[in-house]
């Protein structure tokens, strides 16, 4: 009778405790969010910036009264953790590496997502020759984060000793903070892991710590719960004790003679499943979003096929495709900077490019440059500063011609196979047509390969070219681009050798942007205002920058990080006000590279460009402005290319990010315009008989 009065006393204390904590966070919460609302309000500009954002709602959701969360369903959030967490797969990774402050050749892989081919290649080949050596930046966002790290790391490690009392299953000796790998299986079923992968589940920060206190109270008051269950029924309690130290010495007598072996080994028994199918992961409890691109084709229902391409100078690029084996219609498609193949498919079915050519019949490929923090070489053991000492020549002059190669040898092999009778009349050894679709710094790459293969005298194996505000020319800038271009001009000498490249360096920290991410979506003020001060470093530009940052490859795992070879590069061009190579700085140096004392000037030879162009500029775009894209119309006009130019009313990022249905319907009908113009049919005819005429003699 007194074991129940305690046993419900304590339960009311506390289930009154997780109330008045919870309530008070919510209510600090709310206090943050209602001040940055009122900042917001005093915000010149916010108008304007906000207001072509699409799924971004920066009015409150007005609802109810409830319960508290915890209370929901009639079950405490830590017990629907704790089940929720049962029925996770096991073939999922501990979360414990994800606290780790460590480069991302510690080989780790985040739960609840399969990392592409590549990630995977490259993530185990680090493993080997172990970290990176981080330069001073990196050393003070590790002390000026350990606050932040430890304290995400302490819920875990409480956990998961509180899961281990619920199973009763002892630690493994020597390993702290772990699971008995004897404990039960939990595989679940494919239509729950499909479920899963397809929402995001993703928790935030502010999330994060609410479950902190609930793990925190849970913990204190099982203490004193069986520290009161001990003084009033102590007979029990000791033969409850003394049966669990039993079962200790017995299970560490089993396992003895294999502990000397291996502390893997010890754990492991006939019958038990590999280790890499049976490890528990804990990395749903941090709840972040590492899908690649490759779950989101495969969870829409859309084939997929991943292809490595190995550059001249050793990158080893990811290049996805959706494949349509017998098309002849083939489009490829590359992203810009700080992206990847996601902003393709990032709209799912309805709005996205790459889904849309696939369902007119067009056999798709995704191309994904150099520049991820995992670093996937050839080279094992390269270093960090040797990995991104690359500018967007190394994009336009290696990247995009392997990555295009590629894709000719793939069609051309299946195309020879299924259709050998091609019209040799129309393509002298393509049996297809193979258009393009860049965006931004992807478009700069993609002329730039024309060009310079047209001056090589090397087929380009283009048919169309599609420029979604390209960049190139940048002088018509807002003052903070144009300080950003002095102080790299200025310091590039000093920076160059410390920071060489832009890019969040561990997992912990790229975790935390992943949840910090969630929290701006989940507080509509405190993220309308955070938007609206990124919108200002750009020069107004109305994209929803808080929004991308919530996509999926921006993850824990791998981030696009830019080289700082790239950000000087654009800073020369912005102060030649030309769209030229790479200056390595010297006279020489550049005799070496071009064979000529100053970079080429790729807009001089515009007229090589022997396919249709079309341009397409963002009214509202500040990052590259309409007039900047108006200047490559003017000087491929004056060159004799064929060439269009459309306006839309729309900012940088909307021409991936977002759903227009206008731009879309724009970008298709223009994929369908294959018709060569006169020039291209002439160069096509002249060399055609100069052929036949060597044959003929």
């Known amino acids: 009778m007194m074991q129940r009065l305690v046993d419900t006393v304590l339960a009311v204390i506390k289930e009154s405790v997780k109330t008045f904590t919870y309530e008070s966070l919510n209510n600090i919460v709310r206090l943050i969010n209602g001040i940055s609302a009122l ?40 017990n629907q953790f704790i089940h929720e967490l049962s029925v996770d797969s096991d073939t999922d990774n501990s979360s414990l590496d994800a606290l780790s402050g460590e480069e991302d050749s510690s080989g780790y892989e985040s739960a609840g997502s399969s990392v592409s081919q590549s990630s995977r290649a490259s993530r185990s080949s680090f493993t080997k020759h172990g970290q990176h050596q981080m330069n001073w930046i990196q050393y003070i966002m590790i002390w000026v984060f350990y606050p932040f790290k430890l304290f995400l790391g302490i819920p875990v490690c409480l956990f998961q000793l509180a899961y281990s009392r619920l199973l009763k299953t ?23 892991h499909v479920i899963h992968r397809a929402t995001d589940r993703r928790r935030g920060v502010i999330e994060d710590l609410h479950l902190f206190i609930e793990i925190c109270i849970e913990a204190i008051f099982d203490v004193v719960h069986k520290a009161a269950h001990l003084l009033l029924s102590p007979s029990e309690a000791f033969g409850t004790l003394k049966q669990l130290f039993s079962s200790h010495e017995s299970s560490f007598k089993e396992d003895h003679d ?8 010890a754990v492991l028994g006939k019958n038990d499943p590999k280790p890499s199918e049976r490890n528990t992961s804990f990395n749903q409890s941090l709840n972040t979003d590492a899908r690649t691109c490759q779950d989101v084709i495969t969870e829409l229902g859309y084939p997929y096929e ?15 495709r959706i494949p349509r084996r017998d098309a002849r219609k083939v489009v490829y498609l590359q992203h810009g900077i700080l992206d990847s193949s996601m902003g393709w498919v990032s709209n799912g079915v309805v709005g996205s490019p790459a889904f849309a050519a696939y369902d007119q019949g067009y056999d798709v490929f995704l191309g994904n440059l150099r520049g991820l923090v995992s670093r996937e070489h050839v080279n094992k053991n390269i270093s960090s500063r040797q990995y991104w000492k690359y500018s967007i020549n190394e994009l336009g002059i290696e990247d995009i011609p392997a990555m295009i190669e590629k894709i000719h040898e793939v069609k051309t092999a299946e195309l020879n ?43 380009h194996r283009l048919s169309r070219l599609i420029c979604l505000s390209p960049a190139g020319f940048h002088y018509d800038s807002n003052l903070v681009f144009s300080v950003a271009e002095r102080a790299l001009l200025l310091l590039a000498p000093i920076l160059s050798p410390i920071v ?22 989940n507080l509509p003020a405190v993220g309308g205002l955070v938007q609206t001060l990124m919108s200002y470093v750009v020069g107004g530009d109305s994209s929803n920058w808080v929004g991308v940052l919530g996509l999926p490859h921006y993850n824990m795992n791998d981030m696009p990080g830019v080289s700082f070879r790239i950000a000087l590069h654009l800073a020369q061009i912005k102060q030649a006000r030309k769209f030229r190579l790479f200056d390595y700085g010297s006279a020489s140096a550049n005799i070496e590279a071009y064979g000529s004392p100053e970079p080429l000037d790729l807009g001089e030879y515009y007229g090589l460009i022997d396919i249709p162009v079309d341009l397409v500029a963002g009214q509202r775009d500040r990052v590259i402005r309409p007039s900047m894209v108006r200047r490559h119309y003017k000087l491929m006009k004056r060159a004799g290319v064929d060439v269009s130019y459309s306006e839309f009313e729309y900012a940088h990022l909307d021409f991936t990010f977002s759903h227009h249905e206008e731009l879309l319907s724009y970008v298709m009908s223009r994929l369908l315009l294959l018709e060569p113009n006169s020039k291209h049919l002439t160069n096509h005819k002249s060399l055609k008989s100069r052929k036949k005429g060597q044959v003929s003699d």
């Not at 910036?49 to 409150?60: A, D, F, Y």
């Not at 000796?173 to 239509?191: D, E, N, Q, T, W």
């Not at 294999?258 to 080994?265: F, I, K, Q, R």
Request: glycine letters at 8%.
């Open 39 to 78: 900042l917001l309000t005093f915000l010149p500009g916010k108008a304007t910036i906000l207001e072509g954002i699409h799924g971004w709602e920066l009015r409150p959701a007005f609802r109810g009264p409830r319960f508290p969360r915890w209370m929901e369903n009639g079950v405490s959030s830590f």
């Open 170 to 192: 002892p630690s493994i000796p020597g390993s702290p903070c772990s699971f008995h790998l004897r404990s039960a299986r939990r595989v679940r079923s494919l239509k729950d």
């Open 258 to 265: 294999v502990v000397d072996v291996s502390v893997s080994a």
């Open 306 to 320: 991943a292809i490595h391409v190995i550059t001249k100078d050793g990158y080893i690029l990811l290049l996805e």
């Open 417 to 459: 196979l299924s259709k050998p009778d091609f019209d040799e009349e129309t393509n002298d050894d393509q049996p297809y047509k193979l258009r393009a679709i860049c965006h931004s710094l992807g478009g700069a790459g993609m002329i730039m390969h024309v060009i310079t293969r047209r001056i090589e005298g090397k087929p």
């Open 500 to 521: 060489p490249a832009f890019y969040i360096p561990t997992r912990f920290f790229r975790m935390l942007v992943n949840k910090l991410a969630r929290d701006l979506h």
